[in-house]
């Protein structure tokens, strides 16, 4: 076995604690659910003797080197892995060839993981190809990044994409509870007061990995591993914060009015304090993409493009990278002008909903595309707008039972204003009175 490449070589370093606690079946993993289940492609991959090729596509320490070092422990195949930010297309064409050897002579397989392959460039990938076309190694792609936008196609279609997902509070848990019990862990040598481990899954991140190397750290301190022992050994403050309790709910309160009062400073320190407490960094995603269009809108639309692409972004890359894109939206969002005309409309329309007033359908404006709904004079009389000037054109829209109901009062604020101008326009234009001169297009 070349030392180079494969896991398996001799190290006289004793191996860090992630290292040891690493899954050797697949009933061992903990997350993942959706890629572990029976019929699952990984489940087929591990029952068959075919090599086949596969991307692994999640956050850091979901389980990618994990999951591949899985496959071939199970399958007995030689585990050979390249790193792509130091190997080469001499690495990759040597590890090709070690493996075609090794098939040819005792016919053994080679599970070929290559950890970060978003950073090889194309020619790079390429000398993966004759590889992963001829099936002479199984190929296992580990990356963070949207493989469909950092991968040659020519290999992404010869190979099957899984996409991970960040481990929960509880799969965390479990990883560290296992850890501290099991022989190959701390063997149930250390005391990890609940209140530490709690502390050790809000730092995690969701990240198995990071969660390890913070109880290794712990553990090297002191056998009685306190909250007080984590912070020292990780660095960290522990925030006085219960993601289960009044904390969790009074902060992101605070948060979310201290956008909405225009105050980046104050804004920017309720998100540290949540970053820090270890809050699931999608969960704060999810709520600026909500306050882009509930107490931003229209006022300037552009926030909400910024706000789903911190969404992402933080799904792609994770902490603590994705603690700048967060930052990035939010400041965006505490300076925005602020108009809550968007949610009060929504607001409204399902109001009038919910009371009943919904009324049929203007014949004309019904679906005339199918085999006899002409013959239900569906579409007739329909008026298309592009064929009129400023493309507009009187007709009615909504039910008669809310054809003068007002939902949409857009504010004067920010960009809503000429937005306000341009929808009086029109509104008045549709109920039936004059156009101005120079009408919306």
């Keep these: 076995m070349d030392s180079l490449f494969d896991s398996a070589a001799e190290d006289a370093t004793p191996q860090p604690l992630a290292v040891r606690m690493r899954p050797r079946t ?97 020619a790079q990938q390429d000398a993966l190809l004759p590889a992963v076309e001829n099936r002479w190694v199984t190929f296992i792609g580990a990356t963070t990044e949207n493989p469909y936008f950092s991968v040659i196609s020519p290999l992404l279609s010869r190979s099957l994409l899984l996409t991970l997902e960040s481990l929960s509070d509880d799969d965390i848990r479990a990883v560290l509870e296992r850890a501290v019990a099991e022989p190959r862990g701390l063997g149930g040598s250390h005391r990890l007061a609940p209140e530490a481990l709690e502390h050790l899954v809000r730092l995690a991140g969701g990240d198995a990995r990071r969660s390890l190397t913070y109880l290794e750290a712990a553990a090297l301190l002191a056998e009685d591993i306190t909250v007080e022992v984590v912070e020292k050994a990780v660095d960290k403050a522990a925030v006085r914060y219960d993601r289960q309790g009044d904390q969790h709910y009074d902060v992101i309160s605070a948060f979310i009015k201290s956008m909405r009062g225009s105050d980046a400073d104050a804004a920017l320190h309720y998100l540290a304090r949540m970053i820090e407490a270890g809050e699931d960094p ?64 929504i607001g409204a329309a399902i109001g009038d909903v919910r009371k009943g007033l919904i009324g049929q359908v203007p014949g004309h404006l019904r679906d005339a595309h199918y085999g006899g709904a002409a013959k239900l004079g569906h579409g007739d009389g329909y008026k298309y707008p592009h064929d009129f000037d400023h493309g507009l054109v009187r007709q009615d829209y909504a039910p008669e039972q809310v054809r003068e109901r007002r939902y949409y009062e857009p504010t004067r604020h920010g960009a809503e204003a000429p937005v306000a101008e341009r929808w009086a326009k029109i509104r008045e234009f549709l109920r039936g009175g004059p156009l101005a001169p120079r009408g919306p297009h």
């Design 282 to 345: 999608r969960f704060i995603a999810r709520r600026i993409v909500i306050f882009a269009s509930e107490d931003v809108g229209m006022a300037d639309p552009t926030c909400l493009q910024t706000a789903v692409a911190t969404a992402q972004a933080v799904q792609l890359i994770g902490l603590p990278e994705g603690q700048i894109n967060l930052a990035h939206a939010v400041i965006h969002c505490a300076l925005a002008p602020k108009s809550n005309a968007v949610v009060k409309a």
């Design 26 to 122: 697949l009933d061992e993993v903990i997350g993942q659910r959706h890629l572990l289940g029976p019929g699952t492609p990984l489940r087929r991959l591990v029952e068959s003797e075919a090599p086949m090729s596969l991307f692994l596509w999640g956050p850091p320490g979901t389980g990618k080197t994990t999951l591949a070092y899985v496959v071939s422990n199970v399958t007995q195949r030689r585990f050979v892995e390249i790193s792509a930010v130091s190997a080469g297309v001499k690495d990759v064409r040597a590890a090709i060839d070690n493996a075609r050897r090794e098939l040819g002579m005792t016919g053994r397989q080679t599970v070929l993981f290559v950890d970060e392959v978003h950073r090889f460039n194309k």
